[in-house]
């Protein structure tokens, strides 16, 4: 399970930092407009629906200025309140995502052909880090080996 964990982390790094940057705009672009008009219309006490959507017009406009007005009027904790929720919906949406692009099995993403299958130099029990006839980068079967060192290459001729 732990590959999972590891490759989605591998797979989205650059995701993690679009979603901060797009948190922070969402958190003052749209947070801020709804949490001043919710606090404007329920200055009766009741929820106003007119004045909720002409407060709204008017902010969504100047989400600067709104933050300001947010901080002044006092509808900081209508503003905290509505952050939350928004933040757990988008949370939610991402961490979909992020699960949703877990690899679906151990060797995924690893090249075929490659020494990816070995771990800390093993396959130079067999192998020669050096010369020899290539296999893969830095993975050469020596040819003053004792046994079979015939090869067998499966695929296609890369020009660069």
Same mark, same amino acid.
């Given at each position: 399970m732990n590959y999972k964990i590891e490759g989605a982390i591998r797979r989205n790094r650059m995701n993690f930092i679009i979603f901060a940057i797009l948190w922070i705009f969402i958190a003052i672009v749209f947070v801020t407009p709804i949490a001043h008009s919710t606090f404007s219309a329920n200055a009766s006490g009741s929820f106003n629906l007119e004045t909720f959507i002409e407060t709204f017009g008017t902010a969504i406009m100047h989400p600067l200025n709104t933050l300001g007005t947010v901080l002044t009027e006092g509808? +900081? *904790?209508?503003? =905290? &309140? %509505? !952050? +939350?929720?928004? %933040? +757990?919906? =988008? &949370? !939610? =949406? @991402? =961490? +979909? *995502? @992020? @699960?949703?692009s877990a690899p679906k099995n151990e060797f995924s993403d690893i090249e075929h052909g490659s020494s990816d299958w070995s771990q800390r130099g093993e396959q130079y029990q067999i192998l020669s880090k050096n010369k020899g006839i290539i296999l893969a980068e830095n993975n050469y079967l020596p040819v003053d080996k004792r046994g079979n060192v015939n090869v067998l290459v499966v695929g296609r001729i890369w020009i660069w």
């Open positions: 509808a +900081i *904790g209508t503003y =905290f &309140s %509505t !952050l +939350i929720v928004v %933040t +757990i919906i =988008f &949370s !939610l =949406f @991402f =961490f +979909i *995502g @992020f @699960f949703r």
